[in-house]
């Protein structure tokens, strides 16, 4: 583990991969990604199903181990060792498509359990700061109840205030509005949108062009394993350089 | 009220009578097949009258549950009674390290580590490929007798204090059995333990690997994660299964009598040997049975409501 001087930390990136690679068996599904996240910065990954959007967003905190290359986040690197590997998750928080919400616990106890576990908390400190995030995501009131009794929004604003408990430096979000009903859409959008105005640092894998345009600072378009376009989203949006980015725009935005 | 409000409404009404008309549905089918059951025990009793030949004497029961104590004049538990102990003293401490080893074991047979897989997957070949009672007498002559002995715990029970050795009757029955006892306690554990064993293994593989990763992205260990995630939901699916388990292990207890554990169907063996009352004993101790393991099946079902009630 090398933390960093302070003066570094400030110029030194919050995520940097260096030409990272990984292999499902024969499939190769990144093929030498190079991204670089600024502290504070948001950053929209988007892309066509299979082109490893999420396999890179889960690469950062070490759910997809790479094969190749170089990952690292607030100074922390990727290594095989467990212990870089913790160093690098106790700066990332993750919200994924399904919630997975822990459904044998209160949504209360879904965000007591890991403070109280890994961040060395008392019960009454964790239940207080799970109570203060609650409040953040406007659930508040659903503390006592188990997951399977809350809305699919609901669910994934619980998952939400769940991972910012941990106070995480960075938060990846792995398409979380795609199991979504559509009327729920927006409430989860609303809170990650709160989060943006916040200063966090967030990386995220979706199909809401919408809020990309609102919200980040950063359209990373990805295709067969590589990054195709990186740019802001006013020029990504109205003059894309690639055909297979204007041809994914097109699709996307047709309906 | 609009029609549609009407419809629905209507509906329910007609719903709410289908489900009335199931619940006291019967007719003289239902009739029919009531009489053809009572023919038919009748049949049976009278048959059995006819031929067997047999005079019931069911005065024997409460005298071989309890009895005087002649030096103090204090009713006792006798040999049923005391069998009955022993049946019950098996089927906890058997419960308690069954589950014990079935999560162990359980928890080895899903491993990353080929060595604790190896081990588990072993075990529970071994175990479920051999015939229960081959199984007895294979642990109780070869692996307790070795075990135990060399341990000393007669010599480490002789030692104790007053109380000590009651407390240590009341948990494993009379001090000078408690040898025997723990060996046919051994072979009990260690062969529901096997079947408990696979049954926590599927708990844990139906625990879909999305809960592990939300573990694992709120930095948890593997231990955290297997202790707080996955094991309450595992237990709480495999709950059923689990029941039966337990249930076959009580009635499974009556094997280890064959290596003279002085349990209920040892004691019953031999009051229809002492007296020639086999059936009066042989039903009542049937009956015995019956009432600890409806009485497993009806916690399991308790805990199983709970589980329920809990998220689910």
Known sequence: MNRPENDMLQSSPAIEMIDVHKWFGNFHALKGVTLSVGAGERVVICGPSGSGKSTLIRSINGLEPHDAGRITVNGFTLTENQRDLFAVR???????QQFNLFPHLTVLENCVLAQTRSRGRTREEAESIAMEYLH???????????????????????????????????????????????????????VMTDL???????????????????????????????????DVPSRFFESPTSARARQFLSQILAH | MTSSEQATGTLRATTRLQE????????????????????????????????????????????????????????????????????????????????????????????????????????VMLV?????????????????????????????????????KAWMSILFGPPRL?????????????????????IVRAGIESVPRSQLEAGESLVLTRWEIMRFIVMPQALRKVLPPL?????????????????????????????????????????????LYFVICYGLSLLFGYLERRALAGGG
């Not at chain 2, 135990?148 to 715990?153: A, E, K, V």
């Not at chain 2, 025997?180 to 333990?193: E, R, V």
């Not at chain 2, 029941?243 to 040892?266: C, P």
């Open chain 2, 178 to 198: 408690i040898e025997n006892f723990l060996s046919g306690l051994l072979c009990l554990s260690l062969f529901a333990g096997a079947y408990v064993t696979e």
């Open chain 2, 20 to 123: 009335l008309r199931r619940r006291v549905h019967f007719d003289w089918l239902d009739l029919a097949v009531i009489m053809m059951i009572g023919w038919a025990i009748w049949w049976f009793v009278d048959r059995i009258d006819g031929t067997l030949k047999y005079r019931w004497d069911w005065s024997i029961i409460p005298r071989f549950l309890v009895k005087t104590d002649l030096k103090t004049g204090a009713t006792v538990p006798n040999v049923l009674l005391e069998g009955l102990f022993t049946t019950l003293r098996l089927a906890v401490w058997g419960l308690l390290l069954a589950m014990l080893i079935g999560l162990v074991m359980g928890m080895a047979r899903t491993s990353k580590r080929l060595f604790l897989r190896l081990i588990a997957g072993t075990y």
């Open chain 1, 196 to 230: 943006a105005s916040s200063g966090m640092t967030m990386v995220c894998v979706t199909h809401e062009m919408g809020f990309a345009r609102r919200v980040a600072d950063r359209i990373v378009f990805m295709d067969e394993g590589i990054i195709v376009e990186d």
């Open chain 1, 90 to 96: 106790r700066e990332v928080g993750m919200v994924f």
């Open chain 1, 136 to 190: 953040r995501v406007r659930i508040p009131e659903q503390a006592g109840k188990y997951p399977a009794r809350l809305s699919g929004g609901q669910q994934q604003r619980v998952a939400i205030a769940r991972s910012l408990c941990m106070q995480p430096k960075v938060m990846l979000f792995d398409e979380p509005t795609s199991a979504l009903d559509p009327e729920m859409i927006s409430e989860v959008l609303d």
């Open chain 2, 128 to 164: 479920r490929n051999i015939p229960p009672l081959v199984f007895v007498f294979i642990v109780v002559f070869f692996v307790a007798s070795q075990l135990l002995t060399p341990l000393g715990i007669n010599n480490a029970i002789a030692r104790m204090s007053p109380e000590a």
């Open chain 2, 243 to 287: 029941a039966g388990q337990f249930i076959q292990m009580v009635k499974d207890s009556s094997l280890v009598s064959l290596v003279s554990v002085q349990e209920l169907s040892f004691m019953a063996m031999d009051i229809q040997v002492s007296t020639q009352k086999v059936f009066e004993v042989l039903i009542f101790t049937g009956g």
